[in-house]
Nanobody, 123 residues
Framework: QVQLVESGGGLVQPGGSLRLSCAASGSIASINRMRWYRQAPGKERELVARITSSNKLDYADSVKGRFTISRDNDKNTVYLQMNSLKPEYTAVYYC?????????????????WGQGTLVTVSA
């Protein structure tokens, strides 16, 4: 009933920039924490950045100063601005969110994932 759809991935040269978007839709009362993860080939999925409903931000050390996470609550969308990209940032980037959904009897908060968008940093 809740879908997260990422967009904005693609091929970019080292040093370039990309902006990822993730739009949530469906039965949404509110969205608490929103996160971006990435999974490089042969590696485990790792947390890249997260943002709370009060806009508290947190980043992995490897992307601090290069990536910026933000959100538009009116659009139920989270963004990841990625600058000064490196080849080692090549990965599938996933959106993740804690979504509060109203059921007939109560509110329920569940974690949801997007399908991922591929970012390739290569000359």
């Amino acid at each position: 009933q809740v879908q997260l759809v990422e967009s904005g991935g693609g091929l970019v040269q080292p040093g370039g920039s990309l902006r990822l978007s993730c739009a949530a839709s469906g039965s949404i009362a509110s969205i608490n924490r929103m996160r971006w993860y990435r999974q490089a080939p042969g590696k485990e999925r790792e947390l890249v950045a997260r943002i709370t409903s009060s806009n508290k931000l947190d980043y992995a050390d490897s992307v601090k100063g290069r990536f910026t996470i933000s959100r538009d609550n009116d659009k139920n969308t989270v963004y990841l601005q990625m600058n000064s990209l490196k080849p080692e940032y090549t990965a599938v980037y996933y959106c993740n969110a804690d979504v509060l959904t109203r059921t007939p009897y109560r509110y329920l908060e569940l974690e949801h994932w997007g399908q991922g968008t591929l970012v390739t940093v290569s000359a």
